[in-house]
């Protein structure tokens, strides 16, 4: 079964500072999706990123972007110029590309405060 | 509607008693899925649907949970005689598959709702 370690419970940043985000995951498989939720207190679950596990190149989207290090396992997310709207928790997730197993996997979180 | 929509977006109910809460997913959604989110906690995944069918009902915490999924859109999560410890946010989420040749393959994300939350009195 996969797991997902976000070893950062609380983490925070000055406002248009920069923040990197753990994410550790296990699995067997060699072909699969990552990618990192937010959720603000709305609770609404918002896709911030995503990566392709057969794509070597790193995803960005604006200020986020990710280091996908496939060999030892990491995804790690990166948010630049950190803004006020972006303090939520943040959920890095799993998920395998075959069909037939097809549940999303998270972690526990990380709780990302912006210090104004 | 554009996005997954769930109701109630609250409930209070008291010990006992059984709750149905209803996910309408992105039209074209084959999959759905319901996961449990606990005040300050991360998601537990409960059940997924494929079309109509729940190949994997693994997360179901117990057999006073159950779900439906018909005409592969709406799906009702039902819990019966709820308990304290049921009181949470559940989440449902849909999301497409692709054909690929012959071959069936995820897309990706999941498309989340704004959960209904569950309090249990």
């Known amino acids: 079964a996969q797991t997902v370690t976000q070893s950062q419970p609380e983490m925070s940043v000055q406002e248009a500072e920069t923040v990197t985000l753990s994410c550790t995951y296990d699995?067997?498989?060699?072909?699969?999706?990552l990618f990192w939720y937010k959720q603000p207190p709305s609770r609404q679950m918002i896709l911030v990123i995503r990566q392709e596990a057969y794509k070597q190149q790193n995803a960005t989207e604006n200020r986020f972007s990710v280091n996908f290090q496939k060999a030892a396992k990491s995804f790690s997310l990166k948010i630049s110029d950190s803004q006020l709207g972006d303090a939520a928790m943040y959920f890095c997730?799993?998920?395998?590309?075959?069909?037939?197993?097809?549940?999303?996997?998270f972690g526990t979180g990380t709780r990302l405060t912006i210090i104004p | 509607g554009a996005g997954v929509s769930q109701s109630p977006s609250n409930k209070v109910t008291e010990k006992g008693k059984d709750v149905e809460l209803r996910c309408d997913p992105i039209?074209?959604?084959?999959?759905l899925y319901w996961y449990r989110q606990r005040l300050g906690q991360g998601l537990e995944f409960l059940i997924y649907f494929q079309g109509n069918s729940a190949p994997d009902k693994s997360g179901l915490p117990s057999d006073r949970f159950s779900a439906e999924r018909t005409g592969e859109s709406v799906s009702t999560l039902t819990i019966q005689r709820t308990q304290q410890e049921d009181s949470a946010v559940y989440l449902c989420?849909?999301?497409?598959?692709?054909?690929?040749?012959?071959?069936?393959?995820?897309?990706?994300?999941?498309?989340f709702g704004e959960g209904s939350r569950l309090t249990v009195l």
């Open positions: 989420a849909s999301s497409l598959v692709r054909i690929e040749g012959q071959v069936s393959r995820n897309t990706g994300e999941l498309f």
């Open positions: 039209s074209g959604h084959t999959a």
């Open positions: 997730a799993y998920r395998s590309a075959y069909f037939g197993n097809e549940k999303l996997t």
């Open positions: 699995t067997s498989e060699s072909d699969y999706y």
